[in-house]
């Protein structure tokens, strides 16, 4: 539904503005999520991967087809969920890039420690005794964490991710109805309130001159009007 201007869509609309403006804080727990499922989910399946071509102490299943090797499916599908849970975040425009942002420069910082101290960098890893601190280690030996961190802050550096999206708001509908046009009559302001034709009747014909007559401009004379001085004047 589309924000319109009146009342009742407005109040649809609200919360869902509340929510657009709580992006980043929504982002933020999506970060959480996704920092535990790269150290738990990632960890794990990165370790199968590991651990099965191990197995054999050679090539992983001898050469032959991975397609009956469990703990190798196994890891590759939960590695694939983890990537798709990523590339949602990196991806769709409505979501924080803090998503994941946030999880990237933690690999980042984690990456960079590891190169300047080892020692320091393995001890912060948690659970070391399990095999979910196992394969976070592996991955942070392997380089896996650098290449997963800065995949992940790539949104951080698109400015269009920062900025809300505006909503178009539908425009009110047209509700005036035109006022209809008035009688003709009723427009006159004329004496009497008949209308325009009223006084037809009272008018008088005009006379109709012969031929050959000339009329002066100021019409015909009255003719029980007395008779004036010729109308030709005298030149003698």
Same mark, same amino acid.
């Given at each position: ?5 009146? +009342?009742?869509?407005? +109040? ?11 992006? &980043? ?17 990632? +960890? ?23 397609? &009956?090797? &469990? ?25 924080? /890039?803090?998503?994941?942002?946030? /999880? ?12 300047? +101290?080892?020692?320091?960098?393995? &001890? ?72 325009l034709l009223a006084d037809w009747a009272d008018t008088r014909p005009q006379p109709q001159m012969e031929p050959g007559r000339s009329q002066a401009p100021w019409g015909p004379a ?15």
């Amino acid at each position: 539904m589309t924000c319109g201007a009146t +009342s009742r869509k407005l +109040s649809v609309c609200e919360p869902l503005k509340g929510l657009r403006d709580m992006r &980043h804080v929504t982002g933020i727990g999506l970060a959480i999520v996704m920092a535990a499922a790269v150290f738990f989910a990632g +960890s794990w399946g990165y370790l199968k991967l590991l651990i099965g071509p191990a197995k054999g102490g050679g090539l992983p299943a001898g050469g032959g087809s991975l397609i &009956h090797d &469990h703990a190798v499916l196994e890891g590759f599908g939960v590695l694939l969920a983890v990537g798709l849970l990523a590339g949602i975040l990196m991806a769709v425009p409505v979501i924080s /890039p803090l998503a994941s942002g946030l /999880p990237g420069l933690a690999l980042l910082a984690w990456t960079g420690l590891y190169l300047f +101290s080892v020692r320091r960098a393995v &001890h912060y890893i948690p659970l070391k005794s399990q095999s979910y601190g196992t394969g976070f280690e592996a991955m942070l030996f392997d380089g896996v964490l650098a290449a997963a961190g800065l995949a992940m802050i790539i949104p951080l550096f698109v400015p269009s991710r920062w900025r809300r999206r505006a909503v178009a708001a539908a425009p009110a509908p047209y509700e005036a109805t035109p006022a209809p046009y008035p009688d003709l009559a009723a427009t006159q302001t004329m004496a009497g309130g008949d209308g325009l034709l009223a006084d037809w009747a009272d008018t008088r014909p005009q006379p109709q001159m012969e031929p050959g007559r000339s009329q002066a401009p100021w019409g015909p004379a009255d003719p029980g009007a007395p008779a004036g001085p010729a109308s030709t004047p005298d030149y003698s």
